[in-house]
């Protein structure tokens, strides 16, 4: 799969001018819409000059800002493509080897490219008990945000899996503040709704995180951790597979932090099921004799 530009310029922020990273700065944040209108517009937007904006393409690889633009315009039409549009891409082998191939390597591309320290970061911000969690997700990651949330609630308290109908979401907001995180995964086509909840519980204090494609959600622009995988493969459908192993690490992160408190949490869970139901402990240590 081509690498997408996007991950190219997070992985070289380091290498370009101090005028050239506000330039990729101001497209990081409105990807990839901000380098789709004039130069003139770009160099605004980042507090620029044209010239600048003109450097930081070629050292891009663009000859020119009509090839850079033809770039994000493939990258956005891949945003918006639909399991339809993509069904040409289906592996010819009947085994799907190809596919196979191809999610291994995702999940290995998305940890080799996955922004310095945002990993530990999240996970440390999410181990803090004073914070409480929310998790959302859309119409093929809601079991995401569902699965995160079971086990972060066994290791933590105050954890909620956003779910149900869509007005019920807005109940939820309205306790929303400084004190909570919501952790966001949205991935291409992007749901207006899941954009406009994560937008609103920032509005009220909220922290956000995002989990998403690498095109980027537009949840993005006002997320403080962005946690980009690889999503696709030859076939009609995104894989998730990538997105379940950021959730499992960040899981494994947040029980590390708090190993004694979730060790704690967790011996206290077997407790209760087995004072609901004895048989889970004869189960585990097998019939008397």
Known sequence: MERPLLEDIRDRLEEFTATERKAAHALLANYPMQGLGTVAQFAEAAGVSSPTILRFVARLGFPGFAEFQKKLRSELESQLNSPLARSTT????????????????????????????????????????????????????????????????????????????????????????????????????????????????????????????????????????????????????DSSLALMAIAEVLIAGVTRENQQRAQERMRFLETLRNEIDPSTEERRNGPDI
């Open 90 to 237: 289906l592996p010819d082998e009947p085994g799907g080897d190809p596919l196979v191939s191809q999610l291994v390597e995702n999940v290995r591309e998305t940890f080799s490219h996955l922004p310095k320290g945002e990993l530990t970061g999240l996970a440390r911000l999410l181990a803090d008990e004073r914070k409480t969690v929310h998790l959302i997700g859309g119409r093929f990651t809601d079991g995401l945000a569902r699965y995160m949330a079971a086990h972060l609630r066994i290791v933590r308290p105050n954890v909620n899996h956003v779910a149900g109908q869509q007005g019920n979401w807005l109940d939820q907001l309205i306790g929303i503040g400084h004190k909570d995180v919501v952790v966001v995964f949205d991935i291409r086509r992007y749901q207006t709704e899941i954009i406009q909840f994560a937008e609103a519980a920032a509005r009220q204090g909220a922290t956000v995180a995002l989990i998403t494609d690498s095109w980027m959600s537009p949840v993005g622009r006002i997320a403080s951790f962005v946690l980009p995988a690889r999503v696709a493969v030859p076939s009609p459908w």
